[in-house]
């Protein structure tokens, strides 16, 4: 299968500051990228939907100058935290897509997920 | 709007017991459903992918079915082992492509 590469795995930033994450398709195109929110014994929230070189559709309650993300080429999107706060602490998780891909065109594949933890 | 439900919430057997995990979705208008493993602090690892024209997939020990009238697709897992305690996730894929899931399975397993 297609392979999404997350990084970082883990991070601990102090509150009031702004993180980065990255996805990356390595091996194809992704036309399409999601961002998910997992709660604590909760499954996961889809944060918003980003489409290369357009804007991202967020998801009601998610606030888009908060969580600002990027999708400015074919194989990235990042999510970033902006002035984190401890509330923002939780497991982040990405997840691309293409409508290019022969035979696997319905499949979502997902990165291995940024728990975020905010002091 | 998509909703997916899966029963049991937790669950926790013997080793060697055969088990099944139950995914219900409320549109049947689906391109495809996902099984997913995910270990506690970590991501999600695919196990299953089945079509929306496929009745069932198989994995090893994982059989996997889907009955789309219906809105059901169950997970059976043959002789468990303590290896397979984890949580485990359904995931549907509709006309939207986005992938919902459910709040997921946790398996305990134990010796």
């Known amino acids: 299968g297609a392979v999404v590469s997350q990084h970082p795995s883990w991070v601990i930033c102090k509150s009031g500051t702004s993180v980065k994450i990255e996805c990356r398709s390595l091996?194809?195109?992704?036309?399409?990228m999601f961002w998910y929110r997992q709660f604590p014994k909760k499954s996961l929230m889809l944060m918003a939907t980003?489409?290369?070189?357009?804007?991202?559709?967020?998801e009601q309650g998610v606030e888009k100058d908060k969580f600002l993300i990027n999708h400015a080429s074919l194989t990235l999107s990042t999510l970033t935290v902006t002035s984190a706060h401890p509330e923002d602490s939780s497991f982040y998780i990405c997840?691309?897509?293409?409508?290019?891909?022969?035979?696997?065109?319905?499949?979502?594949?997902f990165g291995q997920g940024t728990r975020l933890t905010v002091v | 709007k998509q909703e997916v439900t899966q029963i049991p919430a937790a669950l926790s057997v013997p080793e060697g017991e055969n088990l099944v995990l139950n995914c219900s979705f409320t549109?049947?208008?689906?391109?495809?459903l996902q099984w997913f493993r995910q270990d506690p602090g970590k991501g999600l690892t695919s196990l299953l992918l089945?079509?929306?024209?496929?009745r069932e997939q198989t994995s090893g020990r994982l059989n996997a079915s889907l009955d789309k009238s219906s809105g059901r697709s169950t997970l059976y897992i043959a002789a468990s082992q303590p290896g397979d305690s984890a949580t485990y996730l359904c995931?549907?894929?509709?006309?939207?492509?986005?992938?919902?899931f459910g709040r997921g399975t946790s398996l305990i397993v134990h010796p």
């Open positions: 089945i079509q929306s024209s496929q």
């Open positions: 997840s691309a897509t293409s409508i290019q891909l022969k035979g696997m065109n319905t499949e979502a594949f």
């Open positions: 091996d194809f195109q992704a036309t399409t």
């Open positions: 995931a549907v894929r509709g006309g939207s492509y986005i992938p919902t």
């Open positions: 549109d049947s208008a689906i391109y495809n």
């Open positions: 980003s489409n290369e070189g357009s804007k991202a559709t967020y």
